[in-house]
């Protein structure tokens, strides 16, 4: 690493050192609100989801469906893209899903492929196929985005770029090869002022200008939806109208490896929320705005020299094939904008976690992002300010994600392994406890206070834990009486008090009487350890927390010798007295 990189390194170190952001999550959620759908020994792969009211995943030759309220797994749907109706296991019909993509009404739209031909159909409700055609010399990838529009499918695919193609066959166009490697995250159909185009986004392998080194690059294209191809001299059955824009995150070129892409519908544009990781796997998400992007697009000047009266290259026109033989030159060198697409603002998240797909959605005034994370979790953060509210925990330590799916509906987020879906239902709030600051302090926009529960289910929720005092926020469920039952320990034995730590952002001390000690931290939370029980030991023990300037007892006893018929409660017996009288969490 050369000195000027070291720098930035240590200006980043820096700046995370002065920050008081939290990036570990405030909670850890194992079980509250997580339902599994296992494919048992039956299936191993990547799933692909797509939503549509049901939940549709696929594989090679196998097409499952998941009906979130009735299912209690997969379930597989026989379908045969076979004219006569063949067994799709069969190897004399040989086709194997090669494209999922949301299509009309709800319903799915899906391609199967074999080595000569690809076959696209409509699926109804009743698993029937409708509006079937083939495409010649096409072959989706599953794991490539796509993208229905009306009766024009896109697809891509990294080795070549964008197709579009409809049942007609009238639009056959796809990128010119670029001869550097490239992975397609997201396809976006412009709306409103914009919804003449498509969005491309995408990571592009460059070399440097020495040759020594390779370089991601994000960048996003823009195409004409009405782009019908050039003549049969320039760019026939190829895009006239592509033109590129390079996405900038942080300073420079600090993250410049683009993860995942997210979209936002906003009132009057959409947003985009894209994923990055920089030369030390760091990880950040930028927001975007498609009228900036856009702005740029049909504003900026080119890298290269083009002066061209009248049209400007990347322009929408009635009929492409009409356009010059100069512009149809110019635009088959990938033309791309000198200037980059700038964030709304800074990185909106710095960690030294390893985020691998995002999804994100809006609550009221506030907006959530879902992260997945290499080790198998998700985080769920707040945007404004940065606060990551939990960790979800759906697969066992190390497990891939293959794919996350926000259903914003119903507020469930569905996360994908190679043999297992999960929902997480994120309106689950009890998973932050039956008391008033708790329940604010998670900072969930989709959970507040109703005077019992920390719920979503009730309109006129307190929000803020200073609101915890006001006649609505009744007592807490964890005020503790002025009796407290006094524990028996035997003479001589080791003891210890246990104390649930049940958020990741307090602090845990014990208190006996005017002095305040440190925890003994163990998997069973803030211990207070007892070498040897003695009179000196007898009184009262407290332990507290204390979290954004509001303190909270969270438990409390009373310690004395045991008497010779008295009965001793062990340590683990205390333990499960405690967890007990705890609310029910997945911590």
Same mark, same amino acid.
């Given at each position: 690493m050369d000195w000027t990189g070291f720098c930035v390194l240590l200006l980043w170190i820096s700046c995370v050192c002065s920050t008081k952001l939290h990036y570990d999550a405030r909670v850890t959620v194992k079980n509250e609100g997580i339902t599994r759908f296992s494919f048992g020994n039956h299936y191993s792969g990547l799933v692909k989801l797509v939503s549509s009211g049901v939940i549709w995943m696929g594989r090679n030759e196998t097409l499952y469906s998941i009906k979130p309220a009735q299912d209690f797994k997969p379930k597989l749907v026989n379908v045969s893209l076979c004219d006569d109706g063949r067994d799709p296991d069969n190897s004399e019909c040989p086709y194997r899903l090669s494209l999922l993509s949301q299509g009309a009404d709800g319903n799915l739209f899906f391609c199967g492929s074999t080595k000569e031909t690809t076959k696209c159909c409509n699926l109804t409700s009743s698993y029937s196929l409708t509006g079937c055609f083939e495409l010649e010399n096409y072959k989706p990838i599953i794991t490539e985005p796509s993208l229905l529009v009306d009766d024009m499918l896109y697809f891509t695919t990294s080795a070549m770029g964008l197709y579009r193609?409809?049942?007609? !066959?009238? +639009? *056959? @166009?796809?990128?010119?090869s670029t001869q550097l490697e490239q992975k397609y995250l997201k396809l976006v159909a412009g709306e409103g002022k914009h919804q003449d185009k498509v969005y491309s986004f995408f990571a592009e392998k460059q070399k440097s200008k020495d040759g020594e080194s390779e370089q991601w690059i994000p960048r996003v294209s823009q195409s004409c939806k009405n782009d019908r191809g050039g003549p049969k001299a320039h760019l026939q059955n190829s895009w006239t109208s592509m033109i590129y824009a390079q %996405?900038?995150?942080?300073?420079?070129?600090?993250? $410049?490896?683009?993860?995942?892409?997210? /979209? =936002?519908q906003t009132n009057d544009d959409i947003k985009i929320y894209a994923l990055f990781r920089n030369y030390w796997n760091m990880s950040a998400v930028c927001v975007y705005n498609m009228t900036k992007i856009s702005s740029i697009f049909s504003s900026s000047a080119f890298s290269s020299t083009a002066d061209f009266a009248g049209h400007r290259p990347g322009t929408c026109v009635p009929n492409s094939a009409g356009l010059s033989p100069e512009i149809l030159k110019f635009m088959s060198g990938r033309p791309e904008m000198r200037d980059r697409v700038m964030p709304e603002n800074g990185p909106l998240l710095f960690t030294h976690r390893h985020y691998t797909h995002i999804q994100v959605d809006r609550?009221?005034?506030?907006?959530?992002? =879902?992260? $997945?994370?290499?080790?198998?979790?998700?985080?769920k953060v707040?945007? !404004? &300010?940065?606060?990551? @509210?939990?960790? +979800?925990?759906?697969? &066992?330590?190390?497990?891939?994600?293959?794919?996350?799916?926000?259903?914003?509906?119903?507020?469930?987020?569905?996360? $994908?392994?190679?043999?297992?879906?999960?929902? @997480?239902?994120?309106l689950a709030c009890s998973v932050y406890g039956d008391e008033c600051t708790e329940c604010m302090l998670s900072r969930d926009p989709y959970c507040g206070w109703n005077g019992l529960h920390c719920t979503s289910k009730v309109k006129g929720l307190i929000k803020d834990p200073y609101d915890c005092n006001r006649p609505l926020a009744e007592p807490s469920k964890s005020e503790f009486s002025s009796e407290t039952p006094v524990?028996?320990?035997?003479?001589?034995?080791?003891?210890?008090?246990?104390? &649930? #730590?049940?958020?990741?952002?307090?602090?845990?001390?014990?208190?006996?009487? *005017?002095?305040?000690?440190e925890c003994v931290l163990s998997d069973q939370g803030c211990l207070y350890l007892i070498e040897s029980m003695d009179a000196a030991h007898e009184g009262s023990y407290t332990c507290e927390s204390s979290e954004d300037g509001f303190n909270? /007892?969270?438990?409390? +006893?009373? %310690?004395? %010798?045991?008497? $010779? *018929?008295?009965?001793? @409660? /062990?340590?683990?017996? %205390?333990?499960?007295?405690?967890? #007990?009288?705890? &609310?029910?969490?997945?911590?």
């Open positions: 193609v409809n049942k007609d !066959k009238m +639009y *056959n @166009i796809w990128s010119q %996405l900038s995150c942080g300073r420079g070129h600090d993250f $410049s490896q683009l993860i995942d892409v997210a /979209t =936002l609550e009221q005034h506030d907006t959530v992002l =879902l992260l $997945s994370l290499e080790s198998g979790g998700v985080h707040r945007e !404004k &300010p940065v606060f990551v @509210i939990a960790e +979800y925990l759906p697969f &066992p330590h190390g497990t891939h994600i293959t794919g996350m799916l926000l259903d914003t509906s119903k507020k469930r987020l569905f996360v $994908s392994s190679s043999n297992e879906v999960v929902q @997480i239902d994120l524990v028996r320990v035997p003479a001589s034995s080791r003891h210890f008090l246990p104390c &649930p #730590m049940t958020s990741r952002h307090a602090s845990y001390h014990w208190h006996r009487g *005017n002095t305040r000690e909270r /007892t969270v438990v409390r +006893y009373q %310690l004395g %010798l045991s008497r $010779s *018929n008295a009965r001793r @409660i /062990t340590p683990v017996g %205390l333990l499960l007295l405690v967890v #007990m009288s705890l &609310p029910v969490l997945d911590f």
